[in-house]
């Protein structure tokens, strides 16, 4: 059988009678409908190329065509996508990116023994001053495409996102990021805000919806902290109601408006003062001064400056009450001869620090005799080479940086020690005063020196006068 022939009339006007092109209306796509396949029609692949291409200047399947041309009867009755153009890529819009969302969680602590602590169901969001709050990730350019037709289609460009801020924080002249002006609680607010605050407040009882907490500024509990939980601040922590068995730690000061009834457990410690209407089978700890307004009962009550008991009751009876510069009291013991031990010019803090540094004196000489002792041993060596090998020079050179740390270290460690040694020393100002009654079963304490008391007191200060310890009547 013989290929057909092409007739001698116009070659578009057989093509036009042979395919159908349709674009849409995006102007995307163009789809070639081959009408039913006739063998007394014969087309080249430059001719079918032609005809496209007086519709279509992007875009077009040159392959698929020529596809078209050696196998008609496998298109024939179909319509096919002959050519595609590029969509335009819209641009991302920009976005806000927080630096703390990742930092908060909530719900129970699991940790990595697998112990589940039902205490621990909340992280606050700290932040310290000049800490990266939230920054704004830039918008993308859109990428433009192009139709079929050869006509660019524009992208839309991303849109800017804008960060809003709240109290507390600093935004750049550029906007393009927010700093925190403060330590504190970050806090995004509903309309989009980020605010810093300096209080992390609990509107009643602590309990296992907020559970422990751990924060950077102030805390405020206006309810009770019953036992087992801990609160933790670097700045103050109030308490509105009563303390049970909890942990409370603050670097500055502790009030409780109520009190502390620990049953001998967990305790209070604050950087300053700790103040409280009564204290009961507690650990008590202060920077400064402890300031209770009825009682202190079978507690143990540490203060660095002075412990005061001098309003309402102003009893103190059981345990052990120990202050750096004085303690004072309404009564002291009771008519049952409550064993109560009072010691002044006790600085507990400091003590603990001297035995620190008692042991890294030791550490550091030692440190040091083998270090000279090494460089004793290279010095010998280039006097009898007259020079150290390369290997030992290094050796030289790192033991010489390391004898100047260590002797750098022992002197400061030696004029701390020195320090804290007159200061625990110099008792002879501490005093222990009673302004009603104090009864036997008390044992007051200055420094090495003992008093047992074993008679009824009034009105009287207590102190050490040289190696005994005296009192003298209370100035009205």
Sequence with gaps: MTDPVIP???????LDQLFTIRLSEDGLFAYLLFHPYTAQYRFTYEQLLAFCQSSIQFGLHGELLKRLVEEPQAFAGKEITIAEGVPPVDGENGSIQYEFLAKERTGPKTTEDGYVDFHAVKEIANVRQGQLLAQVIPPSKGIP???????????????????????????TEERKAVYAAIDGQVNLSKDGRIHVFPVFEVKGDLDFDTGNIDFVGTVVIRGNVPAGFSIKADGDIRILGEVEGAILEA????????????????????????TASYIQ??????????????????????????????????????????AGEGIVARIIGNEMTTVTVLEAGSHPRLRTRLQELEKQL???????????????????????????????????????????QS????????????????KLEQIGTASISVINTMYPGTRLVFGKYVRYINTTFQHVRFYLNSTEIEFEPLRQ
Excluded: W
């Design 362 to 404: 030791q550490f550091h000489q030692a440190q040091l005799d083998k270090v000279e002792k090494a460089l004793a041993i290279l010095q010998r060596i280039m006097t009898q080479l007259g020079e150290l090998p390369p290997d030992k020079q290094q050796m030289q050179i790192q033991l010489t940086h390391t004898k100047l």
């Design 251 to 274: 670097m500055g000061s502790i009030q409780i408006k109520n009190g502390i009834v620990a049953n001998h457990k967990g305790y209070v410690k604050a950087g300053v003062d700790v």
């Design 281 to 322: 089978e507690a650990i008590v700890e202060a920077g400064q001064d402890v300031i209770v307004k009825q009682s202190i009962m079978h507690s143990r009550v540490y203060a660095e400056r002075q412990v005061k008991c001098e309003s309402g009751k102003g009893l103190i009876v059981g345990g052990e009450i120990r």
């Design 8 to 14: 001698p009339h116009n070659q578009e006007t057989q």
């Design 407 to 422: 002797e750098k270290l022992l002197s400061e460690f030696k004029d701390e020690y020195e320090m804290i040694s007159m």
């Design 145 to 171: 495409g192009m139709s079929i037709s050869g006509v660019t289609l524009p992208a839309k460009e991303g849109k800017e996102a804008r960060l809003k801020p709240g109290k507390n924080v600093v935004i």
